[in-house]
């Protein structure tokens, strides 16, 4: 873990078009590394929560990706297609 932040950072001296980043710890070091380059945040906790991004609706700066464990979405997440069926019928 100590040496993200210089991985992050050589990977913004390559330069690379996008950082693809998993787990708290790497999209914190990819995030003080660069403000310019898009980070792809993969796998992260609620990343609202954890202060990686300003909200998931408006993440801000360079950031995008994934979150999951916000319980706020769970009313937005699909039924399983148990409405498509029943309106099929």
Partial sequence: MDRLPALAED???LPVDVILASATPVIQA????????????????????AGLVQS??????????????????????????????RAGH
Avoid: C, Q, W
């Fill in 30 to 49: 990819a995030k003080h590394a660069t403000t310019t380059i898009p980070i792809v945040m993969a796998l992260s906790a609620d990343a609202a929560d």
């Fill in 11 to 13: 990977l913004v001296r």
């Fill in 56 to 85: 998931l609706a408006y993440p801000g700066e360079n950031d995008t990706g994934l979150s999951f464990l916000d319980t706020g979405l769970s009313a937005k997440r699909p039924s399983g297609g148990a409405d498509e069926v």
